[in-house]
């Protein structure tokens, strides 16, 4: 029975996976939930290698990180498996990987080894901080990348210290840059005809990622600090007070200005001399939050938002994760998929956050086992039986 693909979209494309951990199978992740035929290769199980990297296959994460993908296991410190690779790699379209910078080279993985044996090839790397410079060596995670990239420094109460982003904005952001920049390459490959190597990092991923803060910088020379949940332009936009919780209000320009104090019932902070202009609402803005959490306080959660909304006034719950994914327009728009697992039953993931009118994406497939289709995908390759037996003699698979 042929392997199902999540779309037809990408269908034509192969990838070799070599990616470990987030940042790389997130880049893999988004071209198999676009149906190409992704094989996530693997080291051969070591009984006394403890906890694999990634963590252990039946936790959230790995079952999120890996669906839609094939499954085989390869050893590349070994002369067969790294032949039984190359034979993969002339027929590949693309290879994902996210070592440090230097075991690609000593493995004789690279991408100037790889281009020989396939000069459409494209190769894609992900690193900590870049293939080359004063961090090349260092290993990478992504709250480092936060530190360094400066996401910790605006992000959190101002006086109470740096604080990270509650996810792996760092990963995630470079494995979907990654995974454009494999994409641009796909394009220019179809005028060239030509492969090349596409390159990453969690720090220029991080870097990208402060935007206009960034511009603030290299235009103005400000540099922003923590505003907590204060916008740092937008004024009055942040968190207010409700009689059950919280709520986020947004609030740009005079008229929703206008918009809000009359929703709010305060219509005397229009012309309050502290508050009548934008000038005077950033410069006064703590004081003002106050005088909407006073007014907020009085309704609940569920009626300011309906309230807010109806004035055209953008407002918000501050919802949990489970919240979010029961509010009606999370369900509406289904981004909580079911994919069938071996053995039946189902488990639930997130999908793709794009809709396609012809080419949709779905979870076609759950994370595949260690190995679980070696056999199957080296005889696409044109491996013969002897040849399969030939590698797992010699411990390559």
């Not at 498996?81 to 910078?101: H, K």
């Not at 609940?300 to 501050?318: H, K, Y």
């Not at 039953?345 to 289709?373: C, F, N, W, Y």
Request: hydrophobic share 40%; proline share 7%.
């Amino acid at each position: 029975m042929p392997f199902p693909r999540a779309s037809e979209a990408l269908s034509r494309l192969t990838v070799l996976d070599l990616t470990r951990v987030r940042a790389g199978p997130t880049a893999a992740r988004q071209l198999a939930d676009w149906g190409a035929n992704v094989i996530k290769i693997e080291q051969p199980a070591d009984p006394d290698g403890g906890e694999p990297i990634g963590g252990p296959r039946d936790n959230p994460d790995f079952q999120n990180l890996h669906r839609n993908k094939r499954g085989i296991t390869l050893n590349l410190k070994e002369a067969a498996g790294r032949a039984a690779f190359f034979r993969l790699v002339e027929q590949a379209d693309v290879v994902i990987e996210n070592y440090r910078p230097d075991v690609k080279d000593r493995l004789g993985i690279d991408y100037a080894t790889l281009s020989k044996i396939n000069p459409r090839l494209v190769y894609a790397s992900i690193s900590g901080f870049g293939q080359d410079g004063p961090y090349r060596e260092r290993p990478g995670f992504d709250q480092i990348a936060q530190g360094i990239g400066g996401l910790m420094s605006i992000t959190g109460e101002p006086g109470h210290g740096p604080m990270r982003v509650g996810i792996p904005v760092a990963d995630l952001t470079a494995g979907l840059f990654c995974a454009l920049g494999i994409m641009v390459a796909l394009l220019e490959r179809a005028q060239s005809g030509k492969g090349q190597w596409v390159q990453t990092s969690l720090l220029q991923a991080q870097i990208f990622m402060l935007d206009f803060q960034a511009a603030r910088w290299l235009i103005a020379k400000d540099v922003a600090g923590q505003a907590g949940n204060n916008h740092p332009t937008s004024i009055p936009t942040g968190v207010f007070k409700t009689a059950d919780g919280h709520i986020n209000i947004a609030t740009t320009g005079h008229q929703m200005w206008e918009r809000l104090c009359n929703t709010i019932g305060a219509t005397e902070l229009m012309e309050h001399p502290d508050y009548k202009t934008s000038a005077a609402r950033s410069k006064n803005r703590n004081a003002l939050s106050v005088e909407i959490d006073r007014r907020t306080v009085a309704r609940t959660s569920a009626e300011w938002v309906e309230a807010m909304n109806t004035a055209g006034v953008p407002c918000g719950p501050i919802n949990s994760i489970d919240q979010a994914f029961a509010d009606p327009q999370v369900r509406h728009l289904g981004i909580a998929q079911d994919v069938a697992m071996p053995g039946g039953g189902k488990t639930t993931l997130v999908g793709q956050p794009i809709d396609m009118s012809r080419t949709p994406s779905r979870l076609a497939a759950p994370t595949p086992e260690l190995g679980e289709h070696t056999d199957e995908v080296l005889k696409e390759f044109g491996f013969s039986a002897q040849d399969i037996d030939g590698l797992r003699a010699a411990k390559a698979i």
